[in-house]
């Protein structure tokens, strides 16, 4: 039965690269890859162009988010606003099918800091290299220094930022290449841009899965602040016999439960990936209280059937999620509050 549907698929001319094979009874989609935020749209397709030629999950990851990294954006890359010393500092880590992974942090004029970290993982036995000695290890394997200038668009928050020297971020505030965020694109007049991460999970048509994840941090944070991206197991975690996850949001709140891991053992005891993603969402909340309508975090997930989904705080987060037959649709996510 199982070998007639294979062929009655093969007639309806699904390519080889594989979006649906048989597992059993169970409908498993890959390849297939995720990513948060509106700014995962351009993501996704530097990552599909590695996916859907048959390569490894790990490429992938690394190639989609470099796009967003090489963006002149607000809220990744050199492009962003910078903590409140005037810097740009930036945060990243990835994972591959083997537990093997590599995160650099408070990295400071370096284009791709996801590419230095895949390098950690690659050519060090750290896990994470941080401030002047990931910088250092960086243009020891090839990486460029880049002109430390701010982007004007970052120039000018900072100085509108500077005369109140005030720091309350604002959730699901983004900037997108196109200049404009999902939530009001005027804020960028009045410095008060937040920054926030994308993260990416994939899997390839092998099945293994991989993930990654990078950022500037929150804007005007304090100088050598890091959040969640750059932690394995907090800002991205992935087990190739489960699932994978990453997050995006408020990184202090993330790291308090350890949020990837927390969606990966959740997706472990059977839970569908959305219903892991809130299940976490839910655990923070219960810390925080009556302050959780203060923060935004959100979750993405895929397992190993190729289900994915996403969960956060409160409204305003989407995810953009694509596979063949449905390249880049973008999801908003569901919410709590």
């Known amino acids: 039965m199982q070998r007639r549907k294979f062929l009655q698929l093969g007639s309806l001319g699904v390519s080889a690269a594989s979006l649906v094979s048989f597992r059993g009874k169970q409908t498993v989609i890959k390849p297939i890859v995720i990513s948060t935020w509106d700014a995962g749209i351009a993501a996704n397709k530097a990552a599909w162009q590695v996916l859907r030629t048959g390569g490894r999950a790990l490429d992938a990851v690394e190639q989609g988010v470099m796009v967003t990294e090489a963006s002149q954006n607000c809220c990744v890359g050199l492009g962003a606003n910078p903590d409140r010393d005037g810097f740009v500092t930036l945060d ?31 050519k060090t036995p750290h896990v994470m290299l941080v401030g002047s000695g990931a910088q250092q290890f960086a243009l020891a394997e090839g990486f460029t220094l880049e002109d430390g200038k701010l982007s004007a668009d970052a120039q000018k928050s900072y100085d509108t930022w500077l005369k109140k020297s005030d720091y309350k971020p604002i959730i699901n505030i983004e900037r997108t290449e196109s200049g404009h965020g999902p939530f009001a694109p005027e804020k960028l007049d009045t410095g008060e841009w937040n920054h926030d991460t994308i993260g990416m999970v994939a899997m390839d048509a092998n099945g293994n899965l991989s993930g990654s994840c990078t950022t500037s941090g929150q804007g005007f944070k304090m100088r050598g602040r890091l959040g969640d991206s750059p932690i394995i197991g907090a800002g991205l975690f992935v087990d190739n016999e489960v699932g ?5 949001g408020q990184g202090e709140d993330v790291i308090r439960i350890c949020g990837s891991h927390s969606v990966v053992e959740f997706m472990r005891q059977g839970l569908h990936p959305e219903a892991a993603c809130k299940k976490a969402v839910e655990r923070i909340i ?34 953009a999620v694509c596979y063949e037959g449905n390249e880049n649709l973008l999801v908003d996510g569901k919410y709590v509050i």
Not at 98 to 120: D, Q, T, W, Y
Not at 244 to 248: I, L, N, Q, V
């Open 92 to 122: 990243a880590c990835i994972m591959d099918e083997n537990f093997n992974c590599g995160s650099v942090a408070f990295l400071e004029r370096i284009k791709h800091p996801i590419s230095v970290a895949r390098r950690v993982m690659e």
């Open 244 to 248: 994978a996850a990453t997050a995006t």
């Open 286 to 319: 219960k810390i925080k209280g009556a302050k959780a309508k203060d923060i935004q975090v959100g979750f993405i997930a895929i397992n190993k059937q190729g289900e994915y989904g996403g969960y956060c705080i409160q409204k305003g987060f989407n995810y």
